[in-house]
């Protein structure tokens, strides 16, 4: 993997607004959308290749930033609502505009992005600063031209989808049917249409009657990729519920449930909540599933419920730390997980920086580090690794070393080739694979 | 004993932790306050049956425990057992220790009640925790909660201190019960709060033990354990 790209926003508040909290590809590859902790979105395009500039294309630039949700007081419950922005989602491209969804903890927008390269001249009415005219000046009449502009990317907010949620919004998933969408708090799904913000329809919810009952909550969710009527929750106990939204409106009741039965000899007090699950992605093909809880990835086949077909560790080394883990809370960090294009590679983050890859058929894994010295432009990543007692080699750095501040929650893989996204605090790294591009 | 004292450290910790995330931008979180009480909880399984195992000891007389108590409790992470050998005598817990773990906790539970009011007001008194312990390194082990939950009452200005909840009144009728469920609110914890009233409720009824006490460090346990109480229904 070279290094490419690094784009970091300086905080001036210094009290880490721009801690990216998001990141995403749009379906094409094309633009890629980070949300950060102060509710900005910020848009990265990519540039055409050209064969003049060979060294410069497939480039990502800033294409638009934009403030997607503000701070805002739940009077009622005298609550602060951050203005975080949890998840993106691209809709599919319908016309020449791009839309995405943007969420924060109670709000979900609609966002549209649209580019403006040509604006109108010669108005009969007004003249070219707007003003309008003396009309005894006006002797002749003329149509209005276009004439070409720099390049202007508009952001507008198209809807606004308010008060469907009493708990925090974790999740966002649009439908392939490109009309509906959903969104998961702690407790309950919601189903949108995309054009309806006045109304929602709930089609989970695992509020027990008595909040004293409460064992489990939702921490995770996503519509199959093919099939418009299934969807997937993943739960801080470590179990899949697949629902097919056929069988009732109210899909409390699973289709499958999967789950894998805990190794007794692992048990500790922590074994509840490192087996939550943080994340789950469907694979392109919409065979399997990828979930992450804290120590390890775990490939699902959609068609055995009783344990993964895959699991691979992230870092091991941690599970005897977990007490000194709790201590600063990073045990309860929520990593993300990634699968590339072609469903054979998994990707997620972990902690000093680095982040893993699991080749699904070599079985090889590979642990990388996101940061400046080794991400200079055209720069080749090196293996790192972490050794854990016993024979240390070179470059190694050891698990009491682990920079636990420095954590890579947030990874995207461009839908098609090998490029890479890395949020790494207020950093994005950008990583592509020459090697295997068709560049060369 | 280090296990005991691990699993009494995490608990305190966890109610430490549960306080912190009230103060936290966007609220209370459901999933953290979750996990926050699943730790608490299992902590607590095996602090009381540490515990027990170790007032079975002490009712038997001083004997070998290593088998007993290996086996009795969930193999645990070297991180929390503090030392792989097996667990010393009960006659060697220090007293100072035991003294300490009461010091060391009191304060926190002290700072929650500072919490000020965005939660619902639920919760029986945990104010009735704070006045004693204060620059008491041990307090004597028959009047721990005794004297906890008579204090904060007494205390002139309390009540304008937000020291004691109007709730002080709730908290002896649960305590008389024993049964009787925390107030139904949101609270995110409250299946693990209704466990330890329940389980506690007893000992904090019966009041001190009679008879000749193992070791003067246990009861300091016993009012810690009353002050996780309160401080976690609190919520």
Redesign the interface.
């Given at each position: 993997m070279e290094g490419e790209s690094i784009y970091e926003v300086d905080s001036e508040d210094g009290v880490g607004a721009d801690i990216i909290s998001t990141v995403e590809f749009n379906h094409t590859g094309e633009l890629l959308a980070t949300g950060d902790k102060g509710g900005r979105v910020v848009i990265f395009q990519r540039e055409p290749e050209s064969k003049n500039e060979p060294y410069i294309q497939g480039e990502y630039n800033v294409y638009s930033t934009f403030q997607s949700h503000e701070p805002e007081f739940?009077y009622l419950?005298?609550?602060?609502?951050?203005e975080?922005i949890n998840k993106i989602k691209w809709l599919p491209q319908q016309n020449a505009a791009h839309s995405l969804l943007s969420t924060n903890?109670k709000t979900i927008k609609l966002w549209k992005v649209t580019e403006r390269d040509k604006r109108p001249e010669g108005y009969n009415l007004k003249d070219e600063e707007g003003k309008l005219k003396d009309l005894s000046t006006v002797t002749s009449l003329q149509v209005p031209v276009l004439k070409p502009m720099d390049l202007m990317v508009e952001v507008t907010p198209r809807r606004i989808f308010a008060n469907g949620h009493t708990?925090?919004v974790?999740s966002i998933s649009v439908n392939s049917d490109c009309e509906t969408y959903m969104s998961a708090d702690?407790?309950r799904i919601n189903l949108w249409h995309l054009a309806i913000t006045d109304r929602s329809f709930n089609i989970v919810d695992i509020k027990p009657a008595?909040?004293?009952?409460?064992?489990?909550?939702i921490?995770a969710s996503e519509f199959h990729p093919h099939h418009c009527n299934l969807f997937v929750y993943s739960s801080?106990k470590g179990s899949l519920r697949l629902c097919d939204m056929r069988a009732s409106a109210l899909c409390d009741k699973h289709s499958k449930l999967f789950e894998e039965p805990e190794d007794p000899?692992n048990?500790?007090?922590?074994?509840?909540?490192i087996s939550?699950v943080s994340d789950v992605k469907f694979s392109h093909s919409g065979r399997y599933m990828l979930t992450r809880d804290y120590l390890t990835v775990k490939v699902w086949d959609l068609n055995m419920e009783t344990k993964p077909i895959e699991t691979y560790q992230v870092h091991d080394y941690l599970?005897?730390?977990?007490?000194?883990l709790?201590?600063n809370?990073c045990i309860?960090d929520k990593f993300e997980c990634a699968w590339n294009g072609s469903d054979s590679v998994i990707m997620t983050g972990a902690y000093n920086n680095f982040f893993r890859m699991f080749d699904r058929n070599t079985k090889r894994d590979v642990t990388l580090e996101a940061s400046r010295e080794s991400s200079k432009p055209r720069a080749i990543l090196k293996p790192r690794r972490v050794c854990v007692g016993g024979k240390r080699r070179k470059d190694d750095i050891s698990v009491d070393s682990l920079d636990f501040t420095k954590k890579i929650l947030h990874t995207a893989w461009h839908p098609t080739e090998n490029i890479i996204a890395i949020a790494a605090t207020n950093n994005l790294y950008i990583f592509q694979d020459k090697v295997n591009s068709e560049m060369h | 004993m280090e296990v005991q004292k691990e699993a009494q450290r995490i608990m305190t910790l966890s109610v430490w932790k549960m306080y912190n995330s009230r103060l936290q931008r966007g609220g209370l979180r459901l999933h953290r306050s979750l996990q926050l009480s699943l730790v608490m909880r299992s902590a607590r399984e095996v602090y009381l049956s540490a515990k027990l195992e170790e007032d079975e000891e002490g009712r038997l007389g001083p004997q070998p425990c290593l088998g007993e108590e290996g086996a009795g409790q969930p193999p645990l992470q070297p991180a929390a057992a503090a030392s792989p050998g097996p667990p010393a005598p009960e006659e060697r817990a220090a007293p100072a220790d035991r003294g300490n773990a009461p010091g060391a906790v009191d304060p926190e539970p002290m700072e929650t009640q500072d919490s000020s009011g965005d939660a619902p007001p639920a919760a029986p008194a945990p104010g009735a925790g704070r006045r004693p312990a204060r620059g008491v390194s041990l307090p004597p082990p028959a009047k721990a909660s005794r004297k906890r939950r008579s204090s904060s009452l007494d205390k002139p200005g309390a009540a304008e201190a937000g020291l004691v909840p109007t709730k002080k009144a709730r908290l002896e009728a649960e305590e008389e019960e024993g049964e009787r469920q925390p107030q139904g609110q949101d609270g995110p914890f409250p299946s693990l709060a209704k466990v330890l009233q329940t389980r506690f409720s007893g000992m904090l009824r019966g009041g001190p033990p009679k008879g000749p006490e193992p070791t003067p460090g246990c009861r300091p346990g016993d009012g810690v354990l009353s002050i996780l109480v309160r401080a976690v229904v609190a919520f």
């Open positions: 739940d419950k005298s609550l602060e609502i951050e975080k903890d708990y925090h974790n702690d407790l008595n909040m004293e009952d409460l064992t489990e909550v921490t801080s000899s048990r500790s007090f922590f074994s509840e909540i939550s599970r005897s730390k977990l007490c000194s709790y201590e809370d309860f | -």
